[in-house]
């Protein structure tokens, strides 16, 4: 934007300067350049305007590896690594999930087999396509037992062959003769307690995932881009009311693939002076000042005190908090440049305010807390 004010500047000037000797035509034909310069440099349609939208693509394409499992036509993520067919969202939340004591049952096999094999105890799974069952056979760990069933009605009874039940019930595979509603029906009766059942597709299922909400279970919908797909979809899961899955780590929502890697909660100690105001914890502080605002009633303290936390990103190293003593709360914290000489400078600026100039400071930034009475 600058370099295009600069470049209009430099065109303006030249069109002063041979104003004189420049035909009407010529005239005529910088100024249409001028304004259609002015155009493009607003416009949607510049480059610059796709950067963020062409990043979520490589996100996409990269990230979650999108691209590679359309290129092999295999429901794989950036690695290589087999994934479930479901939605992304619904992937990275059972990625998060220590299943190591878990038993899985699932309608429909492939790549999620194997995803699933990799994280839980055992793993049941029924295949309906012979050709496809042949191969996967070979390829599974001794952890996984996989059924052939190719008559449907069968297929969605299979899971009764296993009266203890499974934590996990996957209801996918065949959707022709309405088996996934069937397969949806008998997951209820052998799922444990405590465990949840995955419905994939559930955008084009409404009667399973109608019956699996009046089975008294939660329902929350993944919906997203998925392996190999160019539209979205939706995975559902269902949890039974005493649900309670372990993660694996310790803070759950686990970051996404691209997620940027902040907490806006938990604050780390540092080294050096703390202090704690209304309750909040506040450490490394360089710098406590005295505040004080003459108001129509009386004179108001405040305290401004100026922090230093490398744990932040470098552009936010330099915290400034300033808490109302009259109402025993912090009225705002925001940031300021990290060289030391901006101490002093913000200091300057905040005791020259009066207190209308104070309060419209406070009003207008987006960091206050609440409204100065």
Request: proline share 6%; glycine share 4%.
């Amino acid at each position: 934007m600058e370099s295009s004010y600069i470049e209009d500047a430099r065109l303006t000037r030249t069109a002063k300067q041979d104003a004189g000797s420049a035909s009407p035509a010529m005239r005529t034909l910088r100024d249409l350049v001028k304004t259609a310069r002015s155009h493009l440099a607003r416009s949607p349609l510049r480059p610059k305007s796709w950067v963020r939208s062409v990043k979520a693509a490589k996100l996409l394409w990269f990230g979650y590896g999108h691209l590679r499992s359309v290129r092999t036509r295999s429901s794989v993520d950036a690695n290589g690594q087999p994934i479930p067919w479901y939605t992304y969202p619904a992937i990275e939340f059972l990625q998060q999930l220590d299943l190591s004591d878990r038993t899985v049952f699932e309608y429909g096999s492939g790549n999620s087999t194997r995803f699933w094999a990799a994280r839980a105890a055992r793993v049941v799974t029924v295949e309906d396509d012979e050709h496809w069952w042949e191969k996967l056979r070979a390829e599974l760990p001794r952890n996984c037992v996989l059924l052939l069933e190719q008559d449907l009605r069968e297929f969605a009874n299979s899971i009764h062959r296993y009266p203890e039940g499974f934590d996990i019930v996957v209801v996918d595979g065949p959707a022709r003769g309405r088996t996934r509603l069937k397969c949806a029906a008998a997951a209820v009766q052998r799922l444990k307690p405590g465990g949840m059942i995955i419905l994939d597709n559930s955008d084009w299922l409404p009667e399973s995932a109608a019956l699996l909400r009046n089975a008294d279970l939660l329902q929350v919908d993944m919906s997203g881009f998925f392996p190999i797909g160019d539209h979205t979809q939706t995975t559902s899961l269902f949890f039974h009311r005493e649900c309670r899955f372990r993660t694996r780590n310790p803070r759950q929502p686990a970051p996404s693939v691209g997620a940027v890697l902040w907490d806006w909660e938990t604050v780390v100690p540092v080294d050096g002076h703390s202090l704690i105001w209304d309750g909040e914890p506040l450490y490394g502080v360089m710098r406590q000042e005295v505040l004080d605002k003459v108001t129509p009633t009386g004179i108001r303290r405040f305290e401004v005190a100026f922090l230093d936390r490398p744990d932040h990103p470098p552009e936010s190293t330099r915290l400034t908090v300033i808490y109302d003593h009259a109402r025993e709360r912090i009225l705002m914290a925001y940031v300021i440049a990290p060289a030391h000489a901006a101490i002093e400078a913000e200091v300057r600026r905040l005791r020259a305010m009066s207190w209308e100039a104070f309060r419209r400071f406070a009003r207008q930034s987006d960091t206050r807390r609440y409204l100065l009475d």
